[in-house]
């Protein structure tokens, strides 16, 4: 958080054989997996 209130909050998620199928579904959503299967992650915003 900076001290103008904005945030930025970069990461990524990798679905594991625990995800719910109706979720899997909605993956592609997030746009493309790289090579290792994660999928990119990034909001900006201000608080």
């Known amino acids: 958080l900076q ?3 904005q945030y930025l909050f970069q990461g990524s ?3 594991g054989p625990e995800l ?3 979720m ?3 993956l592609p ?3 493309q997996p790289d090579g ?3 999928f990119p992650l990034r909001y900006q915003g201000r608080i």
Do not use: D, T, Y
């Open 3 to 5: 001290a103008n209130r």
């Open 24 to 26: 899997k579904q909605g």
């Open 36 to 38: 290792q299967g994660r």
């Open 13 to 15: 998620l990798k679905p």
């Open 20 to 22: 719910p199928e109706e």
């Open 29 to 31: 959503f997030l746009g």
